[in-house]
């Protein structure tokens, strides 16, 4: 799932090796379920490689240092979001409502929702965690999308639109603001769309 080349650091055991892909696999999904339950800080390269069965130097090997593994963790959490822009394909009318309903529904999926809220909170308490979050929204998600919006200062808009949604996520799933919290998915899409579509359109 992540386009990162491997960086063959370490000198792994050759069982390890001739498992190939299907350690990338193991080590990707132990890592992020060591960042989902224990943070940034307190996961370990050593952790992540008992969690999948391998020696810690194959994973070394294929992701280098542990900002690298969390940047690879993240790729795969942030999977469903990279399809953001394939809702501008559509074009500007209703494009504030699809974009809320589609980042909603993220959020109210228990399956994505897990390592969103681990890599949201690892990025509210280490340097190189925010550092690795925020240049991979603004690289490979936010400059998408300004890629398709034919108006002024693109990049500015869709962050914009990001920090708004980045805020409802906050409010809602990490310290669970009351009423936001409580309130139905349903109508946080109908008050919010509105200003998405004025960040993305108007002139």
Excluded: C
Aim: proline share 6%; charged share 25%.
């Amino acid at each position: 799932m992540t386009d990162m080349a491997p960086r063959r650091r370490g000198r792994p055991a050759r069982k390890d090796m001739d498992s190939g892909p299907s350690a990338q696999q193991k080590i990707l999904e132990s890592a992020r379920a060591e960042f989902a339950e224990r943070g940034y800080d307190k996961t370990s390269i050593r952790g992540i490689a008992k969690a999948a069965g391998v020696d810690p130097a194959l994973v070394h090997h294929y992701f280098g240092t542990k900002d690298e593994v969390f940047a690879a963790a993240i790729e795969v959490s942030f999977e469903p979001a990279l399809m953001l822009p394939a809702l501008l394909a559509d074009g500007m009318d209703g494009i504030g409502e699809r974009l809320a309903r589609y980042f909603i529904g993220i959020w109210e999926n228990p399956v994505t929702r897990a390592p969103l809220l681990a890599i949201m909170r690892s990025a509210l308490t280490h340097d190189a965690a925010a550092k690795v979050l925020r240049t991979f929204v603004l690289r490979r998600l936010l400059e998408r999308i300004a890629e398709e919006l034919d108006v002024p200062d693109p990049t500015f808009r869709a962050e914009l639109a990001a920090s708004h949604m980045i805020g409802i996520a906050f409010l809602r799933y990490v310290i669970k603001a009351d009423p936001l919290a409580s309130a139905d998915s349903e109508q946080i899409v109908r008050m919010v769309a509105p200003t998405l579509q004025r960040y993305l359109t108007e002139s």
